[in-house]
């Protein structure tokens, strides 16, 4: 057990829909990383955030926007749904730098279909 | 463009011989670099990191090499066990991108008994 976790763990929906993912990183850890896995484009980055504010963008897409909140915890919120948006998608929080160690720990992810 | 390759995508291994995991980077930025376990359908397990100021890390049966010239890294297992079959995944980051990270599509090891 990492010590993340996410909500929820499946999620079905239809093409158009908007759909919430929820993240609780690690106690203590104050950046969130969200990542997608997909079968041709394996783990991708999508956004981080630290201590409630944006510090990196990757490949995320503008239908899709995150936040982090003052208790640390984080939602990926995916909009205009399309069947390619059909992914795994992870949450992954670090200490960020506490004794010069960056390595960051996932959740269990949360598989979304798109019909 | 991949910026982390691990040009294996399988490897077969016997119980009690070395695994050993290849990895090459492009990106000269990255200064931190880990690898990855992973299960189907459950998420990354962190196994081990080096920063390019070293050039090797151990940790029990894993160990980690560093080769910057190179800019490639290797995740030797000693001695492979049968539940170390997975796909492992390698990863590179940097400071100036929050240290996100670029991973490469990963090796399939299985450990045969």
Redesign the interface.
Known sequence: D?G?TQTPKHLITATGQRVTLRCSPRSGDL?V?W?QQSLDQ????LI?Y?NGEE??K?NILERFSAQQFPDLHSELNLSSLELGDSA?Y?C?S?A?GTS??????????T?LTVT | DQQVKQNSPSLSVQEGRISILNCDYTNSMFD?F?W?KKYP??????LI?I?SIKDKNEDGRFTVFLNKSAKHLSLHIVPSQPGDSAVY?CAA?YAN??????????TSLLVTP
Do not use: C, D, I
């Not at chain 2, 991108?97 to 990963?106: D, H, R, T």
């Open positions: 990492s993340v950046s990383y990542y394996g783990l991708q980055f981080q630290y510090r990196a990757g795994l992870f992954a670090s960020h010069g160690r960056y390595e960051q720990y996932f959740g269990p992810g598989r | 931190y880990l990855y359908a459950e998420g990354p397990t962190f990191s920063s995944f980051s991108s929050g240290y996100a990270l670029n991973f490469g599509k990963g």
